[in-house]
């Protein structure tokens, strides 16, 4: 179960990654990839904090994927104490990255951050080892080594800045849906 406070201090950590890019440390940085799920290139990261690994309902809602009833549904509270949600589905992501294809179980999260957070599940499986100088993953995969790589934290901002912009003219066009809808209504009361 994911801990109030791990998904706080996990937004905290995203806001605070912007630094100069001459800057190669990994030593602040969470880990960021990209992945492929049904042909769509999602945000991936992996993240060593609670025992839950988690995709956003937003993806899941976007791929049309099939979620199922969680076993043991469990409530937290997001970002804010004023807001309880419960976690009541799960779904069993198919993804890869380059050369690496897996599927992991997921709780289903409203989340903006990234699309798919890997935590301690999918590490203790694949006994995957962390880098924190290199912030590199490695584990056995089918009887080959595989090693994830980081991207730079330019890709990083890249890619939040499309997600946001994305998510900004998703919404835009669904208040514009709505008033639409309004409008057609109130005619039809008319007539």
């Not at 991207?151 to 998510?167: A, P």
Request: with cysteine.
């Amino acid at each position: 179960m994911p801990l109030e406070g791990d998904f706080l201090m996990l937004r905290r950590l995203l806001g605070s990654q912007v630094k100069k890019e001459e800057d190669a440390s990994q030593r602040d940085n969470i880990f960021h990839t990209r992945c492929v799920i049904q042909g769509k290139v999602c945000s991936l990261i992996i993240d060593r904090g609670s025992c839950t690994n988690v995709v956003s309902t937003r993806l899941v809602s976007k791929l049309n994927l099939e979620t199922k009833s969680h076993p043991r549904p469990y409530k937290f509270q997001w970002l804010n104490e004023a807001v309880e949600m419960t976690v009541n589905k799960q779904i069993e992501v198919c993804f890869s990255i380059g050369k690496y294809f897996d599927s992991v179980l997921c709780d289903v999260v409203p989340m903006e951050a990234t699309h798919m957070l890997l935590r301690r599940p999918w590490q203790f499986d694949k006994r995957a080892n962390h880098d924190g100088y290199s912030n590199k993953f490695s584990f056995l995969h089918n009887n080959q080594k595989i090693t994830l790589v980081p991207l730079s934290l330019k890709e990083v901002k890249e890619d939040q800045e499309k997600m946001r912009e994305k998510k900004e003219k998703e919404e835009l066009k669904e208040k514009r849906n709505s008033r639409d809808q309004e409008r057609e209504k109130a005619e039809i009361k008319k007539e």
